[in-house]
């Protein structure tokens, strides 16, 4: 069946994983939904498997660089945030889906670079980078596929979501659309995907330490 419109404007420029990913709907069913010529609808992310009570949890610093420290505390203090799906969080602070919480720690936040930002000019006034876009970049090396190989900064990422490991098998993340969804949980077993655990590479390069704004 042809496609037109919408459908075929992200079939040419590669949108469906992009889609996909900000959405947290399978490629199987944006293609399905592409086809009938509709935009897909999102879907839920699955809820927090973590096990642990959210109050006065800690990052668990060992094998970590100062600089993963500083990230995941960075982002351990939006805890209970809420999630609205391709926010732009500079619009009020827990404006944001899973990507751009991750691009507001560690591209605003922390000064640093994001996939299409460089460092210092990430403003949150966009979404910013999707989990398609975190999977490739360059800016970030695969270091394992399992939350016993992520330390305190590392990005935890799926095809269709993505978080920041605090340490000792967890992360933080923005889950699904509504309040207080900005949570900790375990990071394996979380989406039955494969993992990517991404170190950003300005972690552990010297002299790149970032530097937390306000």
Known sequence: MALSGLPLAYLAVGGILVWSG??????????RSLSRG???AAGPYPPDTSGVG????????AGASATGQAIAQDALQYKGASYVWGGAPANGI???????????VIGH??????????????????HGAVTGQWLIW????TVG??????VAGDLCVWQTH??????????????????????????????PELLFIRRLNAVVQPGSSGGVKR
């Open 138 to 141: 360059g800016g970030c090396t």
């Open 22 to 31: 900000v959405e947290n709907t399978p490629v199987t069913d944006v293609l």
């Open 38 to 40: 509709q935009a897909p």
């Open 162 to 191: 993505m978080g920041i490991a605090i340490g000792g098998g967890q992360m933080i993340s923005a889950q699904t659309p509504g309040p207080d969804q900005t949570l900790v949980s375990a990071i394996d077993g979380f989406i």
């Open 94 to 104: 827990g404006n944001w889906d899973c990507s751009s919480f991750c691009n507001w």
């Open 109 to 126: 936040d922390m000064d640093m670079a994001i996939p299409g930002n460089p460092a210092g000019t990430y403003t949150g006034q966009s």
């Open 54 to 61: 959210q109050a006065g949890i800690t990052i668990t610093g």
């Open 145 to 150: 596929h399992s939350g016993s190989a992520a």
